[in-house]
């Protein structure tokens, strides 16, 4: 499976940005898709998780009721929709793949990952 990540950009806080993901492989139809992020000296945090189907959500606690994730199985992308950008939200986004089901927010039970796309958010 190989995934690309883009959408990436400079916005102004308050603004909105949408992010994609299209993923390549026999068999990625079947990996729930999420959206990472990680900050200069943070650590790798969890945004938001789509399952293979798309019948279930999950998002972190720092963007509930701002991003919202979606999969157009068609064409094998997954999107975060980003809304209310804030200051904080700068970050580089990665976006991964998962056998797993369920609420799967460590890094380490992904197993695959895109590249990476900056959003800069500035206040």
């Known amino acids: 499976v190989q995934l690309q990540a883009s959408g990436g950009g400079l916005v102004q806080a308050g603004d909105s940005l949408k992010l994609s993901c299209t993923a390549s492989?026999?068999?990625?139809?079947?990996?729930?898709t999420g959206w990472f992020r990680q900050a200069p000296g943070k650590e790798r945090e969890f945004v938001a998780l789509?399952?293979?189907?798309?019948?279930?959500?999950y998002y972190g606690d720092s963007v509930k009721g701002r991003f919202t994730i979606s999969r157009d199985s068609a064409k094998s992308t997954v999107y975060l929709q980003m809304n209310s950008l804030k200051a904080e939200d700068t970050a580089v986004y990665y976006c991964?793949?998962?056998?797993?089901?369920?609420?799967?927010?460590?890094?380490?039970?992904?197993?695959?990952w895109g590249q990476g796309t900056l959003v800069t958010v500035s206040s």
């Open positions: 991964a793949a998962t056998r797993l089901t369920g609420y799967v927010v460590r890094p380490y039970d992904y197993d695959y």
């Open positions: 492989g026999r068999t990625v139809s079947m990996y729930g």
């Open positions: 789509i399952s293979w189907n798309g019948g279930s959500t």
